[in-house]
């Protein structure tokens, strides 16, 4: 079993940027696909991005693509998603979500572990 645990989050204006950290305990990361999830009231847990467990490959909802990027440092054992240009729209609680899989799906039931979510609020 993992533990994960995020920091990072805050309020910044339009435009600027923040950089979401997730520590992972109990397990080493680089078992684990790794993801970003972010969720506002009333509506589901959405994709941001992911991260292949074995390779570099990453993906990203095409609402952050250009803007976010996700990393992973499997000796820190530490997942990151930095935000750039953000936008009031990318105001949400951010999960950060591991899966004993490989392939870091965009559905959030495949996922096995989660955190307990950081706030972004971004002012317009």
């Known amino acids: 079993q993992v533990q994960l645990v995020e920091s990072g989050g805050g309020l910044v204006q339009a435009g600027g940027s923040l950089r979401l950290s997730c520590v992972a305990s109990?397990?080493?990361?680089?078992?684990?696909?790794m993801a970003w999830f972010r969720q506002t009231p009333g509506k589901e847990r959405e994709f941001v991005a992911g991260?292949?467990?074995?390779?570099?490959?990453?993906y990203y909802a095409d609402s952050v693509k250009g803007r976010f990027t996700i990393s992973r440092d499997n000796p820190k054992n530490t997942v990151y998603l930095q935000m750039n240009s953000l936008k009031p729209e990318d105001t949400a609680v951010y999960y950060c979500?591991?899966?004993?899989?490989?392939?870091?799906?965009?559905?959030?039931?495949?996922?096995?572990?989660w955190g307990q979510g950081t706030q972004v609020t971004v002012s317009s």
């Open positions: 991260i292949r467990r074995d390779t570099p490959y990453t």
């Open positions: 979500a591991a899966d004993s899989g490989s392939g870091a799906p965009s559905r959030s039931w495949e996922y096995d572990y």
């Open positions: 109990g397990r080493t990361l680089s078992t684990y696909a």
